[in-house]
């Protein structure tokens, strides 16, 4: 998917530019995936399989862009390479690539990831 020679913020900004319409299809209706992308030195997750990562790492950093066509923000989690990798062994890969991954994950109870969505936005603005 992207080059693995480029630095997490080289790799972070193609990943963004040149696939966010494909993550976001992805995320639209997720309600049973963690998808984590690699940056390097850190996995990062959009929208759905954010806030899933948020609920398993307390000291995830959350973060907010914008895309063409859209009028909210996406909101991203990351999380170092190492503490992603402790959470592998507890669950189910679906999906295990070198730059890609996807977790099969507990369903969010209804209208928790509008809720979370809007504090997320809320805590990184103020």
């Known amino acids: 998917m992207i080059e693995t020679t480029l630095l997490p913020g080289i790799r972070l900004k193609n990943l963004i530019q040149n696939h966010h319409a494909e993550i976001l299809s992805r995320e639209k209706n997720n309600d049973k995936f963690l998808h984590l992308y690699s940056i390097g030195t850190y996995w990062v997750a959009f929208e759905q399989s954010a806030c899933r990562l948020e609920t398993l790492f307390s000291r995830c950093e959350l973060t907010l862009f914008r895309v063409p066509n859209r009028p909210d923000y996406v909101v991203m989690a990351s999380v170092t390479s190492d503490e992603a990798d402790e959470c592998y062994h507890k669950h189910i890969?679906?999906?295990?690539?070198?730059?890609?991954?996807?977790?099969?994950?507990?369903?969010?109870?209804?209208?928790?990831?509008?809720k979370w969505h809007i504090g997320a936005v809320r805590s990184v603005l103020h």
């Open 93 to 114: 890969v679906f999906r295990d690539g070198s730059d890609y991954k996807v977790l099969v994950a507990k369903s969010l109870p209804a209208g928790y990831y509008h």
